[in-house]
């Protein structure tokens, strides 16, 4: 690769420096001006070039894609990525709700290391016993670490009926076990609604584009079939699409400023409110490790406006926000913007929601939600919490 390529990569790296990441007054002109900073990245392109044992499998583009992780990487955020044209694609399956592969949600963690966020209700991954907090160390017997998530979910997915090896160690007992699970098509019913005698069970697996308009209609028909309360189930939910939490809140919730994204200068750049009709029908929410963002939001404003009673276990606490930024070529940026607070003014980032009543599920538990209500200790307790209300 000639100089020239590689100083047109320093040169988009320069952009995205002055685009996206001005968190203070960086200039090119200060960036220039370091020699040093522009001759190590030449003299690297060059050793790297004339000493690689497999040099010539080296690709131009593939070097300035670890160019561009390697810059955003330096700044220690698990959340902020470079994503590569081919990753900003799949960007848009998180939305969709619909995708081939064993159904996990994964999270780059502080730690280093791939951590599961929660697995999909039903999935795969679920049926094979992946639990929230378990880390993946290997996929296929290939190593991967936070650095290399996008890379990890992209072998976690394939074709329906191929199966994938998955080494983890466990979160509760911190030993290695290794799983191979069969890939689905997955299909995320972001809603699931049913009924528990004369009380409404409404599950949120995770906020996709359809889910609250899905939420409302199903809190709808419990409230005219004469439900006495409803139970919300987020156990498991790993967030998604803001606005869809803010109208199940508008639902569910009196007039408040339901969450608001502040700024790395503190200030409010967004502030989300609800208007003052609702369903005030009785109920209670249903959280645990595995619950995170969006799902954290509308839990911590349940909370205080002391709407309902938590149940569960702490939440995951992820309660910052990432703006994609769109670059030439259809690569792009995520990049952490902003933080969440709840409506008194609490962050929920890296503390979680915690519950009013602490519950722990049995170790022999074959699930959670209605179809294991015999052994889900959790959907027990909420079942008579809210009896007693």
Request: negative net charge.
């Amino acid at each position: 690769m000639k100089n020239n390529k590689f100083l047109k990569i320093i040169a988009v790296v320069l952009l995205v420096i002055t685009t996206a990441f001005v968190t203070r007054m960086i200039t090119i002109r200060q960036v220039l001006s370091s020699n040093e900073n522009f001759g190590k990245v030449i003299v690297l392109e060059k050793y790297l070039r004339e000493n690689y044992l497999y040099n010539k499998d080296i690709k131009d583009e593939n070097l300035e894609a670890g160019l561009l992780k390697g810059l955003v990487a330096g700044l220690g955020d698990p959340y902020s990525q470079y994503l590569t044209a081919e990753e900003m694609a799949k960007l848009s399956e998180t939305t969709t709700g619909k995708f081939q592969g064993i159904g996990v949600i994964i999270s780059p963690d502080e730690d280093g290391t791939v951590t599961v966020i929660s697995p999909i209700k039903g999935s795969p991954a679920d049926r094979a016993g992946v639990e929230s907090g378990d880390k993946i160390l290997k996929i296929n017997g290939k190593d991967f670490s936070a650095e290399k998530i996008n890379e990890a979910s992209k072998e976690m997915r394939g074709e329906k009926g191929t199966s994938v090896k998955i080494l983890l160690l466990k979160k509760k007992n911190l030993k290695t076990e290794e799983v191979e699970i069969k890939r689905e098509e997955i299909k995320i019913d972001s809603i699931i609604k049913d009924k528990i005698g004369d009380l409404g069970y409404i599950g949120i697996t995770m906020f996709d584009e359809e889910t609250g308009k899905d939420f409302v209609k199903a809190l709808n028909e419990l409230t005219s079939e004469g439900v006495k309360g409803i139970i919300l189930d987020m156990r498991g939910n790993p967030g998604g699409v803001v606005d869809a939490a803010v109208e199940i809140g508008d639902a569910i919730l009196p007039k408040t400023s339901f969450v608001t994204l502040k700024d790395n200068k503190g200030e409010v750049v967004q502030d989300y409110k609800l208007d003052d009709k609702y369903n005030d029908i009785k109920m209670v929410v249903l959280v645990n490790e595995g619950s995170a963002s969006a799902s954290e939001i509308l839990a911590g404003a349940i909370r205080d406006l002391d709407r309902a009673k938590i149940i569960g276990k702490t939440s995951y606490g992820k309660g910052v926000v990432q703006n994609v930024m769109s670059l030439p070529g259809g690569d792009g940026l995520k990049l952490t913007t902003s933080e969440y607070f709840t409506p008194s003014g609490k962050s929920i980032n890296k503390k979680g929601i915690v519950p009013d009543i602490e519950v722990d599920l049995p170790d022999d538990v074959e699930g959670i939600g209605i179809d294991y209500k015999d052994t889900d200790t959790q959907l027990q307790k909420a079942i008579e919490v809210i009896n007693e209300k």
